[in-house]
């Protein structure tokens, strides 16, 4: 009895073994990648200057790569912005690409900001597709634009022409402008005056002369010589040719003038201030 069951025991394991044997085979084992997009890095200025009343033309160099050689990059269809709030500005061109490896390549690409865009982080987004529409995006990046406090006038002289005893005229070439050329917003115009020579030794006091924003007589911040003096509410926001008018008034006394032309002893200097 114990041989007969040691003989079925053999027996079912060569059965095992061989029905095993009987399903052997060889098998076509495939795998199927679909297509792998492309990645961007950007290498940016951390800080930016404001050229006053220009144009800053910051560059951005993109490092693109490909799985699929960087014959699979689609290089036109490049998309650089800068965004800071619902303000948005694309790339201006796209140049000097340089092949790092065989997968990867070197693109410099031009972004433009105006003197007058708001100081502060601006977000990158850089983007490119491969041939197969696939697409690389990094919107990691930021860089500063820095803040500008700069002014302009539209002209550098002011004439009152010719005028009598007593007569109270303004300036017939007003408006002095003021323009706000940075991206600042300015809430501080300032004028310093000087009295008005003429003759051997006749003199218009510079008190006599006022500045104001409205075209008005007598409504206006008397000047005071050598001195800067403030005008009153004037505020110039940021803005593209953002500008205030100011307008220059004169009284000449009654008498003690001599007949002459009468011009300041020094010019007269506009400033502007960010409290």
């Known amino acids: 009895m114990k041989l007969k069951y040691f003989i079925a025991g053999v027996f079912l394991s060569c059965f095992i073994i061989d029905a095993l044997a009987q399903n052997s085979g060889d098998y076509n084992v495939t795998l199927s990648i679909g ?8 290498y940016a200025h951390a800080n930016v200057n404001p050229v006053q009343n220009g144009i800053t033309n910051t560059e ?16 036109t269809s490049i998309n650089l912005s800068l965004t800071n709030g619902a303000v948005t500005h694309l790339q201006q061109s796209c140049y000097n690409q340089q092949t790092v490896t065989t997968t990867s390549i070197n693109i410099t690409c031009n972004v433009s900001l105006n003197y007058y865009d708001v100081a502060g982080s601006w977000a990158i987004n850089a983007s490119v597709k491969d ?6 995006y990094n919107d990691t990046s ?4 820095n803040t500008l406090t700069a002014m302009g006038l539209g002209s550098n002289s002011i004439t009152f022409g010719s005028l009598s005893l007593g007569q109270t005229a303004g300036a017939t070439n007003d408006p002095l402008v003021v323009y706000n050329q940075g991206n600042s917003n300015i809430n501080n115009v300032s004028v310093k005056g000087y009295s ?16 104001t924003t409205t075209d008005s007589s007598g ?3 008397p000047m005071a010589n050598d001195t800067m003096k403030q005008l009153p509410t004037v505020t110039i926001n940021r803005g593209s040719g953002a500008s205030q008018n100011l307008y220059l008034w004169i009284t000449v006394p009654s008498s003690g003038l001599e007949t002459a032309s009468y011009a300041s002893q020094s010019s007269w200097v506009v400033a502007a201030y960010v409290n």
């Open 60 to 75: 951005f160099v993109l490092l693109l790569s490909d799985l699929n050689l960087i014959g699979d990059l689609n290089t």
């Open 131 to 136: 041939n197969s529409n696939g697409l690389g």
């Open 196 to 211: 008005l020579a003429g003759g051997t030794s006749s003199l218009i006091n510079c008190s006599l002369i006022n500045v």
């Open 35 to 42: 297509n792998v997009a492309p990645t961007v890095l950007v």
């Open 142 to 145: 930021t860089v500063t634009y």
């Open 219 to 221: 409504t206006g911040t």
